[in-house]
């Protein structure tokens, strides 16, 4: 994280600034809703998981998923992830899901897919 932070951020740059994670913010209510997906080989991931936390803690609705076995970006690389279609899919019910139905503040959920042979 250090590489990519120096290789991404200036130097000098105040890295407990909100802007560059709204984790950091001292009040996240009134945030509108919230759809986080991670992925399980993510250095990201545990971060993404807490801002959810975060938010449901300052009222938000969130629904937080978490691609297991899934490296960061993964729903934009194609066939060369292994299952391409996965995070766009599950994106796309948990949409319908949250214009059809009242969910519960907070949804979480654990992604375990079996590869397609």
């Given at each position: ?16 600034d909100p ?99």
């Open positions: 994280m250090s590489w990519a932070g120096n290789h991404y951020l200036p130097s000098g740059v105040d890295l407990s802007r560059l994670s709204p984790l950091r913010a001292p009040d996240l209510s009134g945030l509108p809703p919230a759809l986080i997906h991670t992925a399980g080989y993510d250095l990201l991931r545990d971060e993404g998981e807490a801002y959810a936390e975060a938010l449901e803690r300052a009222g938000v609705k969130v629904h937080y998923v978490c691609h297991e076995h899934m490296i960061h970006h993964f729903y934009a690389m194609g066939g060369c992830a292994g299952r391409p279609a996965e995070g766009r899919r599950c994106k796309s019910v948990t949409v319908k899901a949250q214009r059809a139905t009242p969910t519960p503040s907070h949804a979480r959920a654990v992604v375990r897919l079996q590869a397609k042979r």
